[in-house]
């Protein structure tokens, strides 16, 4: 009897207010966990000298998933963290206002609350660049080399070139179908699928941003059924379903 080792990639495809489901992205995952569950009640009988349960049903069907996978791009951020992904954009500062006063050694990234990257063309008053100030032109970022105490204070002029970027908790949580094409290494990498039709991940327990290795971001969710299909259907149901294709 041949034991049973799958692996493979993930896909997720979104669905839309009626379920159904639009073009997949594929996710190369460390770990799939799939966890169905269900709600019981019991009855305890009591007429003997110690009370015994003597009756089991069930009050609902549940499911939960698990997945774990490496950080790759911008959109793997956004699912872990409920996120937008925001376009780069392009602009000019003309008048920017530091803070007064700086000491020797303060740093200012430019943009205040917006923060902008990929400086060029800055004018900090008549300060003088390398003198009086660094610039780190990718992050932004000026590290002040002199006192300044300037009064009015210190206006920067600049260009900007912001990347892309993702705005964490700003998008609503999404529902996908999720399929794993696996390969079972136990049985000559025969080729089978996990199908859930109705996945509703959560953000990440955490993202950590000092790791030993590379960052691995870790997902919850449920597993909700299906409505749209119907309940008595066995060869379907509304959950998901297990296809060995070569069997």
Request: aromatic letters at 6%; charged letters at 25%; glycine letters at 6%.
């Amino acid at each position: 009897m041949a034991l049973f080792q799958p692996a493979g990639n993930v896909y997720l495809r979104e669905l839309d207010d009626d379920l159904e489901p639009g073009v997949a992205r594929a996710i190369c995952p460390d770990t799939v966990t799939i966890s169905p569950k269900v709600d019981s009640w019991t009855h305890v009988n009591k007429c003997g000298p110690t009370p015994v349960e003597d009756a089991r049903g069930i009050n609902s069907l549940s499911c939960e998933f698990a997945m774990t996978f490496p950080t790759r791009e911008a959109r793997d951020q956004a699912l872990a963290t409920l996120g937008t992904v925001v376009a780069g954009s392009s602009g000019t500062v003309t008048v920017e206002a530091l803070p007064n006063p700086i000491a020797v050694g303060d740093v200012y990234f430019l943009g205040g609350k917006e923060r902008h990257r990929n400086i060029t063309n800055l004018v900090l008053g008549a300060l003088v660049a390398n003198t009086d100030f660094t610039l780190d032109a990718v992050t932004g970022k000026v590290t002040f080399l002199t006192d300044q105490d300037a009064s009015p204070p210190l206006n920067a002029a600049y260009s900007y070139d912001d990347p892309k970027s993702v705005s964490m908790l700003t998008a609503a949580s999404k529902e996908y179908a999720m399929d794993m094409e696996y390969i079972d290494k136990q049985r000559s990498n025969r080729k089978g699928s996990l199908e859930i039709f109705r996945l509703r991940p959560d953000p990440a327990d955490s993202l950590d941003f000092m790791p030993d290795k590379e960052q691995s971001l870790s997902i919850k969710g449920s597993c909700l059924a299906d409505t749209s299909r119907d309940a008595t259907d066995t060869v379907l149901g509304q959950f998901g379903r297990i296809v060995n294709l070569e069997d």
